[in-house]
């Protein structure tokens, strides 16, 4: 049994670090030709390492900067990929942002910076993905699938999150989009999922890794004991995305070390 992407090209937003570069290099491994997309000029170096990485490791991919929170950007970062590609197959929503604070102090520039990131930026790369997907129609020689699209959510789209409710309000909304789009768009062939991480370790949460002590606290919320790596999500993305993985739609899978599973109530709570 193979996990297969070849002859397939996928755009992973926010592929210049964290998640989406462990997504990429999974993806890329798989066969697939890869878009990695960043956000602005400061993320090229990154996005060209992140490339360089894949080519080294023998796959195909190019950079691309695009801001996903912006329609006309999004627009024009499909039709020079189907230009370039001819198609695009996968899509990883992967770009997502935080903007912390005690929701009496949540100003609205910190409100709508996330879900204009998190919550329309999937929106955006949904539609001109789903719009390419029913051009092309389905091509066996690439997938029994017309398409499939990954959003990367979060476990809190189900665990509530004080102090965070911009950010957790995007991604419980991640899920009745993602399962609209599986039910809207199933009849055609396209596949619809999310994956929830837990606690990944990247920059996004680099305050709860970076010291020991912040690190064992973490560990309490995690029944499996460690903490996670992009490769962790990786992984599920490419099997997600593949053949393999043809009667999975509609879903939201954690990839947590068990952190749904309320560790808390392990000594009766
Ligand atoms: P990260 O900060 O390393 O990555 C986020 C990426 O999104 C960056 O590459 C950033 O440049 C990009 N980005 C931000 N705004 C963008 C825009 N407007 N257009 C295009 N790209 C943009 O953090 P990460 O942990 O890798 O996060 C990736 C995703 O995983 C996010 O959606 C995040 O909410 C989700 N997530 C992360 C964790 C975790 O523990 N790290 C847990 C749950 C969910």
């Known amino acids: 049994m193979e996990v297969s992407l070849k002859n397939q090209v996928a755009i992973i937003t926010g592929a210049s670090s964290g998640i989406g570069t462990g997504i990429a290099k999974s993806i890329a491994e798989a066969g697939a030709t890869v878009i990695i997309n960043h956000s602005s000029e400061k993320s090229l170096e990154n996005a060209q390492e992140v490339l360089k990485e894949i080519t080294d490791a023998g796959g195909n991919g190019i950079t691309y900067q695009c801001d996903v929170s912006?329609?006309?950007?999004?627009?024009?970062?499909?039709?020079?990929?189907?230009?370039?590609?001819?198609?695009?197959?996968?899509?990883?929503?992967?770009?997502?942002?935080?903007?912390?604070?005690?929701?009496?102090?949540?100003?609205?520039?910190?409100?709508?910076?996330?879900?204009?990131?998190?919550?329309?930026?999937?929106?955006?790369?949904?539609?001109?993905?789903?719009?390419?997907?029913?051009?092309?129609?389905?091509?066996?020689?690439?997938?029994?699938?017309?398409g499939k699209?990954?959003?990367?959510?979060?476990?809190?789209?189900?665990?509530?999150?004080?102090?965070?409710?911009?950010?957790?309000?995007?991604?419980?909304?991640?899920?009745m989009l993602m399962q609209t789009l599986a039910q809207e768009y199933g009849p055609d062939k396209i596949r619809v999922n999310s994956i929830g991480p837990g606690a990944i370790q990247t920059p996004i949460n680099k305050a709860a890794w970076e010291t020991k002590d912040a690190l064992n606290s973490l560990l309490e919320l995690i029944p499996y004991n460690r903490i996670g790596q992009p490769k962790d999500i990786g992984n599920l993305a490419a099997f997600l995305a593949s053949d393999l993985a043809d009667y999975i739609s509609g879903a939201s899978i954690f990839v947590d070390g068990g952190m749904t599973s309320l560790e808390s109530f392990a000594d009766n709570g």
């Open 70 to 146: 912006k329609e006309d950007e999004v627009i024009k970062m499909f039709k020079d990929v189907i230009e370039k590609f001819g198609t695009v197959d996968i899509l990883i929503n992967n770009a997502g942002i935080q903007k912390d604070a005690k929701f009496t102090e949540m100003t609205l520039d910190d409100w709508n910076a996330v879900m204009n990131v998190n919550l329309t930026g999937h929106f955006l790369c949904s539609r001109e993905a789903i719009k390419e997907f029913l051009r092309r129609g389905i091509d066996t020689s690439r997938s029994v699938a017309c």
């Open 149 to 175: 699209i990954i959003h990367i959510s979060s476990v809190h789209e189900v665990i509530p999150w004080a102090g965070h409710a911009n950010y957790a309000a995007s991604k419980g909304a991640i899920k």
